[in-house]
């Protein structure tokens, strides 16, 4: 069994900053890619950004230069850092965590994380 737990949103003025967090918790052998999604409403779910085991990342064009992602392989957690935010980062992000358990990997999501950024 696996848990992802997600923290860090919130409300917060456009210019500003969060971070938000995704441990990953149970019987993991390894952890392949990890990364972070977001879904505003009406809109399908899209790639914000992702970091790979040997720490290659990858970003939408849309956050590049502002947002971070990063993880702690000790601690099973990823991290996102969300810098000079803007209204359209509005959404419900969702980090996405490839877990290895014995011989299958699988893909795991977080519950979500809402994040809401004012004008």
């Known amino acids: 069994q696996v848990q992802l737990v997600e923290s860090g949103g919130g409300l917060v003025q456009a210019g500003g900053s969060l971070r938000l967090s995704c441990a990953a918790s149970?019987?993991?052998?390894?952890?392949?890619?990890m990364g972070w999604y977001r879904q505003a409403p009406g809109k399908q779910r899209e790639l914000v950004a992702s970091i790979t085991s040997a720490g290659s990342t990858n970003y939408a064009d849309s956050v590049k230069g502002r947002f971070t992602i990063s993880r702690d392989d000790t601690k099973n957690t990823v991290y996102l850092q969300m810098d000079s935010l803007k209204p359209e980062d509005t959404a419900v992000y969702y980090c996405?965590?490839?877990?290895?358990?014995?011989?299958?990997?699988?893909?795991?999501w977080g519950q979500g994380t809402q994040v809401t950024v004012s004008s």
């Open positions: 149970g019987s993991i052998f390894s952890i392949n890619a």
């Open positions: 996405n965590v490839e877990i290895r358990i014995r011989f299958i990997t699988t893909a795991y």
